[in-house]
Structure formats: C-alpha cells, structure tokens
T-cell receptor, first 112, second 115 residues
Framework: GDSVTQMEGPVTLSEEAFLTINCTYT??????LFWYVQYPGEGLQLLLK?????DKGSNKGFEATYRKETTSFHLEKGSVQVSDSAVYFC???????????FGKGTRLSVIA | DAGVIQSPRHEVTEMGQEVTLRCKPI?????LFWYRQTMMRGLELLIY????????DSGMPEDRFSAKMPNASFSTLKIQPSEPRDSAVYFC?????????????FGQGTRLTVV
C-alpha cells in the first residue's frame, strides 16, 4: 500500500542554520504531497503542498519539490528560527476523497 | 469559518467508562477523518467518512471503538469500555472531495487519559 518514510528525529539546529528533512514515498498512482507542521499542544496545520511532478510548494521560507524520479519531497529552509521548533509531517494523498497517509513525523528543535 | 471544532479538549476517565469524542467539520466539507496520535505509533487513521457514509474503518483498533456521522455537521467517536492503552490524542479532520490535491484541515484534538 501507499506509505511515507521520513527521517528520524529529533533534529536540533542552531538559529539561522539550514534545514533539510528527508521524505520519500511509495504510491501506486500519482499522489499529491504535503508537509504539515504541529506546534506543541495544537493540531496539524498545512505548511505546503505539491500536486504533480516538479511542482515546488513553498510557504514561510520553507520549500519542497515533488521529485517523481526519486519519489521524494524533502523539506528545506535556508535559515531556521526558534519559532520553527515543531514536529513536521510529510504526507501523501492518493486521490479524491481519500485520507492522507502520514510519515511518523520529525521533531525539530531550534536553539538560539 | 471557525475551522474543525472538537470537544472536549481534554478528557480524563476511569478504565471501563464510556468516552464520547465530538467533531464538527468545516461547513461544506464532505470528507471527515478520525486519527489517533501516540508517541509509539505516530498518527494512525481510525476511520473516514465521505458524504456521511463510513468508507474505511479498518484502522479502528477493536470493537470497543465505534464512530458515527449522523449528518454533515457532526461526528462522534465512542470508546466503550475504555482502557488505559486508549490514552492518546484523537484528531478529527475534514476536507472537500473536490480535487485530489485538497488538503485536510485538523481540529485541535482531544487529549484522552484513561486511568
């Protein structure tokens, strides 16, 4: 079945460091891909998405590119802030009316 | 829109008691999902509905769990009887079925503690 694998955490970075969180997927069709973020005590919020190969999703300085050839959707940010500390989830959606399939999440801690 | 609304935010109950979690999806959304989050297992899909009809409940852990969606604006997840291993954060999410790329919107979750 469809699945998402993302790098194990936790990840600890200093403020202004470069961030990469790896995500790869397995899917039978052509899914849409998402990154969600969860701040402490809150629900998941959509961070960015991409719907087809070579699409780049971006938001709040975060970016991810849909790479069909490597079945990847890695999350990057050039300069992280303390406020970016959260858990990040990579997810795919196989098609209309289907649920999101999530990776296990990666906890990011950014220290000043 | 107020977003997906879940109640209660926190629930502490004794083992063996019945627990009912509630969800109001975003108006106009016709897909609704119940997820459970634990440290050990991450986010697990329990059940989802399209147009108020349960489509896949294979993630419901056992017969103690049941979910209903009597109308487009309300869903419940019931655990009877509850057990300590049911302690988790339960999330409800909703989305529109309109296109494959539509995201799901999550509620704030209900933190359930069974003692």
């Amino acid at each position: 079945g469809d699945s998402v694998t993302q790098m194990e955490g936790p990840v600890t970075l200093s403020e202004e460091a470069f961030l990469t969180i790896n995500c790869t997927y397995t899917a039978t069709g052509y899914p849409s891909l998402f990154w969600y973020v969860q701040y402490p005590g809150e629900g998941l919020q959509l961070l960015l998405k991409a719907t087809k190969a070579d699409d780049k999703g971006s938001n709040k300085g975060f970016e991810a590119t849909y790479r069909k050839e490597t079945t990847s959707f890695h999350l990057e940010k050039g300069s992280v802030q303390v406020s970016d500390s959260a858990v990040y989830f990579c997810a795919l959606k196989p098609g209309r009316g289907t649920p999101l399939v999530f990776g296990k999440g990666t906890r990011l801690s950014v220290i000043a | 829109d107020a977003g997906v609304i879940q109640s209660p935010r926190h629930e502490v109950t004794e083992m063996g008691q019945e627990v009912t979690l509630r969800c109001k999806p975003i108006s106009g959304h016709n897909s609704l999902f119940w997820y459970r989050q634990t440290m050990m297992r991450g986010l697990e899909l329990l059940i989802y509905f399209n147009n108020n009809v349960p489509i896949d409940d294979s993630g419901m852990p056992e017969d103690r769990f049941s979910a209903k969606m009597p109308n487009a604006s309300f869903s419940t997840l019931k655990i009877q009887p509850s057990e300590p291993r049911d302690s988790a954060v339960y999330f409800c999410a909703s989305s529109s079925q309109g296109a494959a790329n539509t995201e799901a919107f999550f509620g704030q979750g209900t933190r359930l503690t069974v003692v």
